[in-house]
């Protein structure tokens, strides 16, 4: 759908595909009562779920595990150019064995190496996302 604005809406599967391009996005959480914003890599899950990597201890599992979070994504290559995705879901930190073995395996490494690692998983409930294409039409 193509808006007047220089904007046009993404539908789930687009969105999807243009995370699985980028390798960095931003987790939006509450940390004491305050809205916080955390750059973090990632990776798409075959249920479309994100995934991340973070220590078991970090302030950043202690806060969204079992919470709603948003995360963002986007590419803006040029001026007028680029799109943006925001996924909306549940995070939950991985507890079963067998699921962290095979993320260890196939999902993202952190950045830092973490000795007590655990993964995030972040439900794709909402996902939208805007691509711009190019300023407004005047006439």
Not at 4 to 19: I, K, T, W, Y
Not at 110 to 139: K, Q
Request: include cysteine; hydrophobic fraction near 40%; glycine fraction near 8%.
């Amino acid at each position: 759908m193509f808006h007047s604005d220089g904007f046009r809406a993404l539908d789930r599967q687009e969105c999807l595909r243009l995370l699985g391009r980028v390798p960095v996005g931003r987790v939006v959480y509450t940390r004491q009562a305050l809205p916080a914003v955390l750059p973090v890599n990632f990776s798409l899950d075959t249920d479309s779920s994100l995934l991340l990597r973070t220590s078991a201890s970090s302030g950043l599992a202690r806060a969204i595990d079992g919470v709603v979070v948003a995360f963002e994504a986007d590419d803006f290559p040029a001026a007028e150019q680029g799109w943006s995705v925001v996924v909306t879901g549940k995070a939950t930190v991985v507890t079963d064995p067998a699921e962290h073995e095979r993320l260890s395996r196939t999902g993202p490494h952190s950045w830092l190496v973490a000795h007590d690692g655990v993964f995030v998983r972040i439900g794709s409930e909402m996902v939208t996302g805007r691509e711009l294409t190019g300023p407004p039409c005047v006439a």
